[in-house]
């Protein structure tokens, strides 16, 4: 799944989520935290693995949004409070 934060503090939150579920960056991930927080670029989550990057840059973003696939913040926290 991808989502979108709504800034900052947003994507913050995000992360902070992930990672009291266990969830850890992804190995293959060369951005670290503060660069997935501070970007705007959507971000991958694999509840498969538990693991997060970022998607790779504006042109596969655009891709994902016009196929739908890109959840907004608000759907994403509403999904994993009902996983609790």
Excluded: H
């Excluded at 694999?46 to 608000?74: F, H, R, S, V």
Aim: charged share 30%; aromatic share 10%; proline share 2%.
């Amino acid at each position: 799944m991808y989502v979108r934060g709504k800034g900052t503090a947003s994507r913050e939150k995000i992360l902070d989520l992930l990672d009291s579920k266990g969830y850890t960056i992804d190995k293959n991930e060369f951005r670290g935290r503060d660069g997935i927080i501070n970007s705007n670029l959507p971000i991958g989550v694999n509840p498969n693995d538990k693991t997060y990057n970022m998607i790779g840059n504006i042109t596969c973003a655009a891709a994902l949004c016009t196929q739908g696939g890109l959840w907004e913040d608000d759907k994403f926290f509403e999904y994993f409070e009902s996983k609790e």
